[in-house]
């Protein structure tokens, strides 16, 4: 039988959402636990080598290595035990996850669970692009571990799929590994980044974006040669030539170890379907971070990490979580919104605020709340709600929702 470990809280994922929730535990509890399957926490941070982290939570502007290792620090300070190379690969049975480590298979049977194991990117053969099959297609997480990690060579001209805040820093990386961008590819009608970035990024990188395009062939024997794109508009084609294809954006949540343990998932996100406080369909099963919303920024994952210790502080104190909750569901253009569950009288969300995922830009966006067919609350916000970053909105606007009125509907016109 492998030994059992029976920290208080097990935290899964050692990025920003994990990390931080570990140092608001720590500090409170006996025993808590950061399960991490990489040789190094951190997360997704650690290899993304780029100014632009830190700015809500730590007040700073910092890259994100510095910024991986200042909440691995943290933790650290606070108690937490990170143990790095610890893959959790399954549940031993309904209480205990079964976790290969270098010592060999463990056994972890936590009182909390705090699953924090983030999103990835879908890779190219699951976004069915026909073709050939070369080398050098890969995905922003692929490229940032090449070059940032083990220092290899990626190609001299790519081109990369998506033109999101993700993109662009796939394109810093590529300049930085010696190659450069021929073109971003959008679907939509203005590249998805804010315009702060993406005015100066096409000067700066020497770069276009090909908005309401897509990619509908990769070509090459054995490595890329080109990328064929088609204008949706006119259905016009051509190829880019290129050597190197970055697939980025299109984020999968890494759900695999909730799914097996029969935890609720949305549909539409493929997230844990989760309240205010971070609660999963499973008793003592707690998500946060980009694993319940693919994907916001780091300083947002680490707040709501806090908020989730808080959470998770609650429940081992016992404290009861209200008794009845409410499906919140997404209309077009809306594709998904988390929380995804509201439970009248109980907490408000991380920075009160909802975080949705918009299919299209909507510059001027009104929010419409219905719950049984009646309008609940109308709100213009000042903000946009654009596709390829999270759009939140206050949580205030669900203040006229009751527990028996049935599924509220959240829409944007
Ligand atoms: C290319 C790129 C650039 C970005 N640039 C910025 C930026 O400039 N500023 C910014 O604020 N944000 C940026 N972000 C977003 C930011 O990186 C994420 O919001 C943040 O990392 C999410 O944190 P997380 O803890 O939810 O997940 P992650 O950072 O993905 O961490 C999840 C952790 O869980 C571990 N894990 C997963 N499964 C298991 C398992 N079974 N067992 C053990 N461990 C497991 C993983 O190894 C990983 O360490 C960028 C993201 C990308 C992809």
């Known amino acids: 039988m492998p030994e059992l470990l029976t920290p208080t809280v097990a935290v899964i994922g050692g990025g920003p959402g994990g990390l931080s929730a570990a140092a608001r535990l720590a500090p409170e509890l006996d025993q808590v636990l950061v399960l991490e399957r990489e040789q190094q926490a951190g997360g997704i941070p650690r290899h993304s080598d780029h100014p632009?982290?830190?700015?809500?939570?730590?007040?700073?502007?910092?890259?994100?290595?510095?910024?991986?290792?200042?909440?691995?620090?943290?933790?650290?300070?606070?108690?937490?035990?990170?143990?790095?190379?610890?893959?959790?690969?399954?549940?031993?049975?309904?209480?205990?996850?079964?976790?290969?480590?270098?010592?060999?298979?463990?056994?972890?049977?936590?009182?909390?669970?705090?699953?924090?194991?983030?999103?990835?990117?879908?890779p190219r053969t699951a976004r069915l692009v026909p073709g050939t099959r070369p080398a050098g297609v890969l995905t922003t997480g692929q490229l940032q571990n090449l070059v940032h990690v083990h220092h290899q060579e990626v190609g001299r001209r790519a081109v990369v799929v998506g033109a999101g805040l993700v993109s662009w820093s796939a394109?810093?990386?590529?300049?930085?590994?010696?190659?450069?961008?021929?073109?971003?590819?959008?679907?939509?009608?203005?590249?998805?980044?804010?315009?702060?970035?993406?005015?100066?990024?096409?000067?700066?990188?020497?770069?276009?974006?090909?908005?309401?395009?897509?990619?509908?062939?990769?070509?090459?024997?054995?490595?890329?040669?080109g990328v064929e794109i088609e204008d949706t508009r006119t259905g016009n084609r051509r190829t880019i030539d290129c050597d190197t294809v970055v697939f980025t954006g299109d984020w999968i949540p890494d759900h695999e170890l909730l799914r097996s343990a029969g935890v609720e998932i949305d549909p539409a996100s493929g997230a844990p379907v989760v309240d205010a406080a971070m609660r999963?369909?499973?008793?003592?099963?707690?998500?946060?971070?980009?694993?319940?919303?693919?994907?916001?920024?780091?300083?947002?994952?680490a707040l709501a990490?806090?908020?989730?210790?808080?959470?998770?502080?609650?429940?081992?104190?016992?404290?009861?979580?209200?008794?009845?909750?409410?499906?919140?569901?997404a209309e077009d253009p809306i594709r998904w919104v988390s929380p995804s569950r509201w439970a009248p009288g109980g907490p408000a969300p991380a920075r009160n605020?909802?975080?949705?995922?918009?299919?299209?830009?909507?510059?001027?966006?009104?929010?419409?709340?219905?719950?049984?067919?009646?309008?609940l609350a109308r709100r213009r916000l000042p903000w946009p709600a654009a596709p390829g970053r999270?759009?939140?909105?206050?949580?205030?606007?669900?203040?006229?929702?009751?527990?028996?009125?049935?599924?509220?509907?959240l829409s944007v016109d």
């Open 280 to 301: 999963t369909s499973k008793e003592r099963v707690f998500a946060v971070g980009n694993l319940n919303h693919p994907v916001d920024t780091a300083d947002v994952v």
């Open 305 to 329: 990490g806090t908020h989730a210790g808080e959470r998770i502080l609650e429940h081992l104190a016992g404290r009861p979580a209200p008794e009845a909750s409410v499906r919140l569901m």
């Open 171 to 225: 394109v810093m990386t590529l300049a930085e590994a010696g190659c450069a961008t021929e073109a971003l590819v959008s679907e939509h009608p203005v590249g998805e980044s804010y315009a702060l970035f993406r005015v100066p990024g096409k000067a700066l990188f020497r770069t276009r974006v090909e908005t309401t395009s897509r990619v509908v062939a990769i070509h090459g024997r054995t490595r890329v040669t």
């Open 52 to 122: 632009g982290y830190g700015i809500r939570d730590r007040k700073r502007f910092m890259s994100g290595p510095a910024y991986a290792r200042a909440l691995e620090a943290d933790a650290r300070a606070a108690g937490a035990q990170i143990l790095t190379g610890w893959t959790v690969t399954g549940w031993a049975d309904e209480d205990t996850l079964a976790v290969t480590t270098p010592r060999g298979l463990l056994h972890v049977r936590p009182d909390a669970f705090c699953f924090a194991t983030g999103a990835r990117e879908r």
């Open 390 to 409: 999270t759009f939140r909105i206050p949580s205030g606007v669900l203040d006229g929702v009751t527990a028996d009125g049935g599924e509220v509907r």
């Open 353 to 375: 605020r909802l975080v949705c995922w918009m299919d299209r830009l909507v510059t001027r966006p009104v929010v419409t709340v219905r719950q049984g067919g009646r309008v």
